[in-house]
């Protein structure tokens, strides 16, 4: 009995180590240009699962899969802390590895921009932008703002009358997507407007009505649009989006506001990564984004196709931090 | 009516063989995680996420949803028997179950741990078929000021847990608020207390404290016994199942944790842990006989078993009527919904009636089935007492670790760990208790940050305390939950005094 126990005991403790082992990836990277890929790959969401970043990873795995473009078994892993940056902490440790592709979107700039974080994109090997989604400016259904010029006059005469809130810090993506429309409306003060940062549910704050405007992405809110229990005044997008009711959503620059904002997801590898590694994921991914399944699954998840190769995209990275950084360093955060 | 119609019809869908085949894999593999430390329902339904791709969405989330309060059922088996809860909602077992397993109530302890798992459950099932829609409208009215008055009223908790000095208890309660500060201030973006360490940006994680302060607390403890000789062994043991004298002290305490638990749960971000303490404080003040609280009183354990299993039904509410996580485990169901190509929100509700009363008929099916693997699975479990404690103490030391890797994916997290672990380890020796610490960490956060979103949208003013009848409410029963405790001890000093 004791011995049957105790075996059940060491097979409940080694239950974890198999969950969560995923094949070491060492070896096999030295001068191997004609046979790479070659054993595990190590995909990495740097956040908790069913997330935006784990989608996307997932997504892109299995669609590499199902397309046979990739042959090597790509297991998924999570690695969260910090939003993200605790996985490129731990990236720089692997210096020209060949085996991690990992995922970021608006946040490697902001993180490092705002100081959580040492490391930012270049501290990575950008591979491709993926897809993107846009930000979402929603008030509940019988509100007072009936468009985002209501709101941002109301702003413009008193920066305390409109209650912002978000689902990430203050400083971080839900912010600054809401103070970058803003100061292209012309309201001044941004740094007096009020935001407040929730954990993880801002709709049903701004549906109980703490909140008069929720800043977040449209696809987390969409459902609560199409019951009408909130009204989105505006999206972020340079053009209409979807079918139906998300493509009645005006964008800003329809609504007179000439500004975009995009939450964009991209790939990335380690700092320093081998060329041929770099080559192979970027013609890979290349061909990726033009396969009917892929198409599949951008039309399933209400993603927009924005890719770019690696020398567009870095050339991206470092404009779109430069409009994040004005916006912070108004509001005092740098 | 229609309600019973759709749930009907949710039956037929849940009692497919290949349903009810789901619901007790889910609630299995639930029980399991649950009863590990440091594994909870969110890395259980996290592991079945790759799976969801190749299953229907119905089965998806049947299985989801087994694994979800399957952990419920399982993560006071630990409590009980070695004195280290699965996750936060199973801390409060603790309180009473490891004090009646310590003097050989071991199986009336696993047997009522599971009869009010599935009591709570059951019934909760029941408010969640008929009330879902009114209920997700009433959680709305909780903004950042209601939620900074209930977690400051479950921090009262404290009050009541803490047996003797009550200064030690509040100096202990005050340490996990200042654990609780550490990370990423969401309000202003500024790291607090992390001296550059990357891995504390994102705050101190509440399960390391729990695993430390309880398991490896306890471990470090044992030490000394087994050293000693003075650790037994139980050799003997009886039928795992209740008295009648159980069940006439449980069953009200029951039937009022299971709603207090439900209510809870719908509230978005408050969850399991706050339901458990709350259910275990209102008994422990409704009850006669509050002494015994702490030293093994069954409906002290049973309480918060209903409470923790309500709670997580109920936490199913905001995901179902309106599309928003109410807890970290809903938060990756509902990633899987998205994964199926499910938009979540109150027209999953409305257009989606086979997947949501699928899942509800399959929550009744699966309670049953948890019940019953769960009684004679505690007959075994509880042989965990006969292991000798030089063979047992290094298995569960080695659990802190797997747990503490599990929840963090990172070695680094091991610092703290053990330092929390000598910090519960002298805090004990030094008779301060360790509950209104970890429960001080568990709340401290979120209270303070409630807190701040309510000043800042009131203007920098402390109007909100009083904005609306809710909080008004709340600050009633703070204050009588606070203010009740020494005029019971009053009262019987009194009594004391006559009787003598």
């Not at chain 1, 004791?2 to 995923?22: D, H, Q, T």
């Not at chain 1, 192979?280 to 990726?288: F, I, P």
Request: glycine residues 10%.
């Amino acid at each position: 009995m004791k011995k049957a126990l105790l075996a059940l005991l060491i097979a409940l403790m080694l239950m974890p180590v198999a969950l969560f082992a995923n094949g070491n990836t060492e070896g096999g990277s030295s001068a191997a240009t004609v046979n790479y890929p070659k054993g595990n790959m190590d995909f990495v969401a740097p956040a908790g699962a069913g997330g935006g970043w784990d989608l996307t990873i997932r997504t892109v795995a299995k669609t590499l899969a199902d397309t046979k473009l990739v042959t090597v078994p790509m297991p998924v892993r999570n690695a969260p802390g910090a939003g993200g940056a605790v996985h490129l902490g731990t990236l720089q440790a692997k210096k020209s590895d060949d085996k991690t592709i990992t995922v970021y979107s608006p946040p490697i700039i902001f993180f490092n921009l705002n100081g959580t974080s040492p490391y930012g994109f270049r501290n990575t090997t950008p591979l491709a932008r993926l897809i993107a989604d846009y930000a979402a400016f929603v008030v509940k259904a019988d509100s007072p703002y009936k468009t985002i010029n209501d709101v941002m006059d109301a702003l413009k005469k008193d920066p305390k009358s409109v209650k912002i809130g978000g689902t990430s810090a203050a400083g971080s993506m839900d912010h600054v997507q809401f103070l970058i429309v803003a100061a292209a409306a012309g309201v001044k003060n941004l740094d007096q407007i009020d935001y407040v940062a929730f954990d993880d549910d801002g709709a049903t704050q701004v549906m109980g009505g703490h909140i008069d405007l929720f800043s977040t992405s449209l696809a987390d809110v969409m459902g609560l649009i199409e019951s009408g229990d909130l009204k989105a005044l505006a999206q972020t997008s340079d053009h209409r989006i979807g079918t139906g009711l998300k493509a009645e959503i005006p964008t800003c620059q329809e609504m007179g506001i000439d500004v975009t904002f995009q939450n964009w997801r991209g790939l990335f590898g380690s700092p320093g990564m081998p060329e041929y590694a770099q080559t192979y994921w970027r013609e890979t991914l290349a061909k990726m984004v033009q396969t009917p399944e892929w198409k599949a699954m951008l039309e399933k998840y209400g993603w927009d196709n924005v890719y770019q190769d690696a020398p567009d995209f870095e050339k991206f990275l470092e404009q779109t931090e430069a409009s994040y950084k004005q916006i912070l360093t108004e509001i005092g955060m740098i | 009516m229609e309600s019973l119609q759709l749930l009907f019809h949710g039956f037929t869908i849940a009692a497919q063989p290949m349903n009810i085949l789901w619901v007790t894999i889910g609630g299995i593999l639930g029980t399991i995680v649950g009863m590990l430390p440091g594994l909870g329902p969110a890395t259980g339904v996290a592991v079945l996420l790759p799976l969801t791709f190749t299953m229907g969405p119905v089965a998806a989330l049947i299985t989801m949803g087994g694994v979800y309060y399957g952990a419920m059922y399982g993560g006071s088996r630990s409590s009980i028997l070695i004195n280290t809860p699965g996750d936060g909602a199973a801390i409060a077992a603790t309180f009473d179950g490891y004090p009646m397993a310590m003097s050989g109530r071991a199986e009336s302890a696993l047997a009522m741990s599971a009869i009010a798992s599935f009591i709570g459950g059951t019934i909760s099932t029941f408010l969640i078929a008929f009330l879902a829609v009114p209920v997700s409208k009433f959680a709305l009215k909780f903004g950042p000021s209601e939620y900074f008055l209930l977690y400051l009223f479950a921090l009262t908790a404290t009050a009541t847990m803490s047996e003797g000095d009550k200064v030690k208890g509040f100096a202990a309660m005050i340490l996990g608020l200042m654990i609780a500060t550490i990370g990423i201030d969401m309000q202003s973006g500024v790291s607090r207390f992390t001296f550059g360490i990357l891995e504390l940006q994102g705050g101190i994680d509440f399960l390391i404290v729990i695993i430390a302060m309880f398991a490896l607390g306890e471990v470090l403890k044992s030490f000394k016994n087994i050293s000693d000789g003075k650790k037994q062994m139980q050799t003997k043991f009886g039928k795992v199942w209740i008295s009648k004298a159980d069940w006439k002290v449980s069953w009200k305490p029951i039937l009022r944790a299971t709603p207090i638990g439900f209510f809870v749960g719908v509230l978005p971000g408050a969850g399991g842990t706050i339901a458990s303490l709350m259910a275990y404080s209102t008994e422990k003040q409704l009850s006669d006989h509050p002494e015994q609280f702490g030293h093994g009183a069954i409906e002290g354990l049973a309480a918060p078993e209903a409470a923790n299993n309500s709670a997580s039904v109920g936490a199913l509410i905001p995901m179902l009527a309106l599309g928003v996580p109410g807890s970290g485990t809903t938060a990756v169901m509902m990633g899987a919904l998205l994964m199926l190509g499910l938009q979540p929100g109150p027209k999953l509700f409305q257009m989606q009636t086979e997947i949501v009363w699928g899942l509800i008929a399959s929550m009744f099916i699966g309670n049953i089935i948890l019940a019953v693997i769960n009684i004679p699975m505690a007959g075994l479990l509880v042989r965990v007492l006969s292991v000798p404690p030089k063979i047992l103490y290094p298995i569960v030391l080695a659990l802190t670790f797997i747990g503490t890797y599990a929840i963090s994916n990172s070695v680094s997290s091991f610092y703290l760990l053990l330092i929390f672990g000598l910090m519960g380890y002298f805090l004990g020796k030094a008779k301060y208790p360790t509950s209104p610490l970890v429960l001080a960490v568990i709340v401290g956060n979120s209270m303070e940050q409630s807190f701040r979103r309510a000043y800042t949208l009131s203007n920098a003013s402390f109007d909100f305390l009083v904005s609306s009848p809710l909080c008004i409410i709340l600050i009633i029963l703070t204050i009588g939950a606070i203010v009740l405790p020494f005029i019971q001890d009053y009262m019987r000093n009194k009594k004391k005094a006559v009787n003598a």
